[in-house]
């Protein structure tokens, strides 16, 4: 058992020349960053493209800031009020609905929207940005200096010969990291890891109070196309200047294309650093660390990785690198997904090689929560792991990751007693959840060997499937989703099981599945999405589709599903009646809705209807249209409900119809 010291290594203290201004920033404010008020405003809707950028600080914290430029020329910072939406990269097209703020202290934007993380359309993705996280990145360092940076500077940076040497270094790293998949590159010199202009004199304080990190940037950008540099080839920026105001050692974008990445002062131009901002920039987060079930975890815990606690590189740990593509994806080096019981074999991590460099074991299904997923992997004290002790890790990993969600550096002892965080030979993980025992067989050369074992029987079972909605309408020429509910059924000892998705559509629809598999524990739930598109071209009518997930490998019944899809012509009009115009208590009120396709009726349309009982609370239901179009709701009334005047309508998706009063004695 070997542990070991769970605070991550910190560098000495060193006051820069900015630091007393950012003291006075911090008792004008009161954070490193803004005070903020966040009054409630008016709501707003916005269209444009999201920034994320993580400040890292020096004492082992981090904060993410999230900002939207728009259409309209606006840049907004966004806050949310409860766990910010999975998935998203910098670069990505969204639209936003929030309520603005007022704050005290507004830096680097023009105003800010706070969003409800509850509400499914506060934030929607419209066009996702594709990452670039393989082959040559074309890098341009800016070195930048202030109008009032002493000459000479009292911190300086190494020379040129120095910072090639480093950035030769951080470039080797992600090579060797990728397996020979990605590295850096420059376009003026491609024979340079990284092409690098300035120094510029830029028109910004030193020791302005605020952190004009985007003006850094943009005024860097400036001096280097006035000096004749072409930035168009380049994907990623790296801006590096005397230590300022900025509360952070490094900052980045997280995604980005062009990507842009920030170091604040000498000290912090260091291989630990720059490496870092450019793993946010490739599209991670930090690597963190749970020292038990209870524990908070730890922003920087993991020490095996650069993206985490480790000073000197540190290979990114299995969940990441398949989040790049480097593991488990095309010609990359495969991760072994653990299925049944069996003897399993782990090649050292760093070897360049094909070999499988990780086993990888579902943890949660997907549904409520990310899928969640155990990471094992053998690191060995070579390359840039040279500083790492030797041993089988284990990590913990959602997908999508968002934040903590992971990946964790996970203790084997979650009581908390110990730091264990190696696995001896001989030694057992059990993952009481899922029933499987993983032991330590041996570890020979560069070969761990690994049992892994269902602690209890596994009887498969018939899985089952629910959609919804079971009918909508939607005008030809637009599409549909439906929501499919997948449940596994398989006993506790089973391992995770994989269903195939597949789809029957009427001539003229076209559809897909996101994701077209399932995989799925005992008991597990998960849910995928069949989007159906009706062309322009299409008759309008009822058309019935069929769904159907087989389990791979077969052994049960396929559960299968099916619903319709009422195309029309135009929009529908939608008109309600009942069957009098007054009602006695103790009747029935019928309330009907006629749902009309310019002058035809529409048959097999679902109907919601909302009935409001003087001025007290909705009830509402749901019917289908029949042959003449129309749905039925039968309301019957009692001696206790309120009488006066009642309200009721209906809605077919996205119409509306008619309110319609009538009276209740």
């Known amino acids: 058992m070997r542990c070991r010291d769970k605070n991550r290594i910190t560098r000495l203290p060193v006051i820069p020349v900015g630091f007393f201004a950012f003291f006075a920033l911090l008792l004008l404010i009161g954070s490193p960053v803004a005070a903020q008020s966040l009054a409630g405003g008016v709501t707003a809707e916005e269209e444009g493209t999201i920034e994320i950028m993580h400040e890292d600080y020096d004492n082992g914290t981090g904060k993410f800031r999230y900002f939207l430029n728009t259409t309209a020329g606006k840049r907004i ?30 830096l680097e934007s023009d105003s800010a929207l706070v969003l409800d993380s509850a509400s499914t359309t506060s934030l929607q993705t419209l066009i996702p940005v594709n990452r670039n996280t393989f082959g040559a990145q074309k890098t ?38 990728s397996y020979n998949q990605t590295w850096l590159t420059g376009v003026i010199d491609p024979a340079s890891a990284v092409d690098i202009v300035g120094w510029y004199t830029i028109d910004l304080s030193q020791n302005d109070p605020v952190c004009r990190f985007e003006k850094i940037a ?33 900052a980045a974008w997280i995604g980005g294309n062009p990507s842009r990445a920030w170091i604040n002062g000498s000290w912090n131009f260091d291989m630990r650093t720059v490496t870092h901002e450019l793993g946010h920039n490739l599209g991670l987060e930090h690597s963190h660390s749970l020292d038990c079930a209870a524990c908070e975890p730890a922003e920087y815990g993991d020490f095996l990785d650069v993206m985490g606690g480790a000073e000197d590189g540190g290979h990114f740990n299995p969940f990441q690198k398949e989040e790049l593509g480097w593991l488990g994806y095309g010609s990359s080096p495969p991760i072994t ?6 003897i399993y074999t782990l090649n050292a991590y760093e070897a360049q090689t094909s070999t499988p460099k990780a086993l990888k074991i579902l943890k949660s299904s997907p549904f409520d929560y990310p899928a969640t997923y155990w990471y094992f992997h053998y690191v060995t004290p070579t390359g840039f792991d040279s500083a790492l002790p030797s041993g089988v890790y284990l990590h913990a990993g959602s997908i999508p990751n968002s934040g903590y969600n992971g990946p964790y550096l996970w203790n084997l002892d979650q009581s908390g007693a110990t730091l264990n965080w190696q696995m001896d030979i001989g030694e057992t993980f059990t993952d009481t959840r899922t029933n499987k025992a993983i032991t330590l067989m041996s570890v020979n050369g560069g070969v761990a060997t690994v049992r892994v074992k269902s602690t209890r029987s596994c009887v498969p079972a018939n899985p089952t499937m629910q959609i919804a909605p079971a009918s909508q309408l939607i005008v030809r020429g637009n599409s549909a989703a439906y929501d499919v509910i997948f449940t596994n059924h398989d006993s506790a000892g089973c391992y995770e099981a994989s269903f195939k998705l597949t789809k029957t559509l009427p001539a003229g629809l076209t559809g ?46 396929p559960a299968t599903g099916s619903v319709s899809l009422v195309v029309t012509n135009t929009a529908p009009t939608i008109t309600v009646s009942t069957s009098k115009p007054s009602y006695t208590r103790g009747e029935t009120v019928i309330i009907r809705a006629s749902v009309k396709d310019g002058t035809t009726p529409v048959s097999g349309a679902s109907v919601d209807f909302s009935l ?18 129309v749905a039925t709701y039968q309301v019957p009334t ?22 319609l009063t009538f009276t209740v004695n």
């Open 77 to 106: 910072e966004l806050k949310f009020n409860g766990t910010v939406p999975s998935g998203l990269s910098t670069g990505d097209v969204v639209r936003v609905s929030g309520q603005t703020t007022s704050q005290t202290a507004l």
């Open 140 to 177: 341009i360092l800016f070195r930048v200096k202030f109008r009032d940076t002493p000459t000479p500077d009292p911190y300086p940076f190494p020379g040129l010969a120095g910072t090639r040497s480093l950035l030769r270094t951080v470039s080797n790293f992600f090579l060797e990291s």
């Open 218 to 250: 943009k005024l860097a950008k400036a001096a280097a196309v006035a000096a004749g540099v072409n930035l168009s080839p380049y994907t990623r920026h790296v801006f590096a200047f005397p230590s300022n105001s900025c509360p952070w050692a490094g």
């Open 337 to 342: 997904r653990v299925s049944a019981d069996g």
């Open 512 to 557: 897909s599945f996101a994701p077209s598999q399932l995989f799925l524990l005992p008991g597990g739930k998960a849910k995928a999405v069949l989007k159906v598109a009706a062309p322009a071209t299409l008759a309008s009518g009822v058309y019935n589709l069929g769904v159907t997930a087989a389990r791979v490998g077969g052994g049960t019944t």
């Open 612 to 629: 409001q009982k003087a001025s007290t609370f909705v009830d509402r239901a749901n019917a289908t249209t029949n042959a003449a179009g």
């Open 638 to 659: 009692a001696a206790n409900d309120n009488p006066g005047a009642w309200k009721t309508w209906a809605e077919v998706d996205t119409q509306r119809s008619n309110t």
